[in-house]
């Protein structure tokens, strides 16, 4: 039996995003009254806070959905990459003292992480995101060859 590592992989990988960006923007839209006492405590204004609360589950939610389906999964590694990036991003703002205070860490089912391991988590997929976009893109370019 030949094992595809490339086609396993890539199919880990959407699926792993699947997860996560569904079971976050489930958590957020379960509890928004938890998610937006967690957005009051960062570093974010009222009116952007506000923003955050509606755009983050949607954002996710409408990213696991792209992935879900073969048509669109392009734009979901797009999305799951930029929405992983400004989470990184974020949180290496916040470990590197940028803000004036140091926040709760996120709320939902990332919430026992602290900001170190919150770092790490999150690198993690996003190397995952990019693997799984790259080698989308190869088998795009391959299925045109």
Known sequence: MKVNLSKNTYQAGYILLII??????ASK???MHG?????AKQAFSGQFSAFLLI??????LATATLLAFTKT???GLIASLLLITAFTVYT????AGYFNKVPCSCGGVLKWLGWKAHLVFNL???AITLTTLII???REVGDKE
């Open 35 to 39: 998610f937006k006492t967690e957005l």
């Open 20 to 25: 996560l960006w569904g079971t976050t923007s």
């Open 124 to 126: 993690v997929f996003t």
């Open 55 to 60: 755009a983050v589950p949607a954002a996710e």
């Open 73 to 75: 999964r392009l734009y």
């Open 136 to 138: 989308h893109l190869k």
């Open 92 to 95: 290496a703002l916040v470990l």
């Open 29 to 31: 839209l379960g509890d």
